[in-house]
């Protein structure tokens, strides 16, 4: 039976590796590149998991941290001269996906969630939201327990902007009104 899609071998696999890994502005695990590769059903986890030593080796990509691979010189080179060899949707939605990936680790990067253990059972929860210049705001809250910490912790990291937004307006219409009243 004929595979249909992009994929049909090894080499087809290490060009789209190249290519979502030259697009991504962070080192990404094995797991987040089959992730943002997975743009054909014929490409398999274990094709992955296989494929990125091999890429090592050659010199295309290299260890950024234990499991975190980048593209060299090499990689971005040689990927740059075979990537019209993909498929234009299964490129365009591989684009697509880096830049999700992009943008979700750039803002993870702002939000940040410490939970601390207290005397007596409670929970402190410390969040933060940052941005280029530094810290916007720093929030501790008091949780009775862990659960409940984490579930504060958890909504904070999904909501740090509307957070923030929701508390300056709060702060700043108080103001406003106190300067027609004087």
């Known amino acids: 039976m004929q595979r249909v899609g992009f994929i049909h071998d090894m080499l087809d ?4 590796i190249l290519f979502v890994t030259a697009r991504a502005d962070y ?10 590769s997975y743009q054909d059903e014929c490409l398999s986890y274990f094709d992955v998991c296989t494929a990125l030593p091999e890429m090592v080796k050659s010199g295309h990509l290299a260890l950024a941290g234990e499991d975190t691979y980048r593209i060299t010189e090499k990689g971005r080179q040689d990927g740059a001269l ?13 684009e697509a996906a880096v830049a999700r ?20 059972g409670d929970f402190s929860v410390v969040m933060a939201l940052d941005d280029e210049k530094g810290n916007l705001m720093t929030l501790e809250l008091l949780a009775p ?3 409940q910490a984490l579930a504060l912790s958890r909504r904070f990291e999904k909501k740090a902007e509307e957070v923030y937004n929701l508390t300056l307006t709060e ?5 406003e009104d106190e300067e027609f009243t004087n």
């Open 101 to 120: 990936f992009n943008r979700q680790v750039r803002r993870s990067s702002f939000v940040k969630t410490q939970v601390i253990p207290q005397e007596g």
């Open 171 to 175: 702060l700043l219409d108080d103001e």
């Open 13 to 16: 696999v290490k060009v789209l």
């Open 27 to 36: 080192p990404m695990s094995c797991q987040q590149i089959y992730e943002v």
């Open 82 to 94: 075979t990537e019209d060899g993909i498929a234009y949707p299964v490129r365009r939605r591989a």
């Open 145 to 147: 327990d862990r659960r």
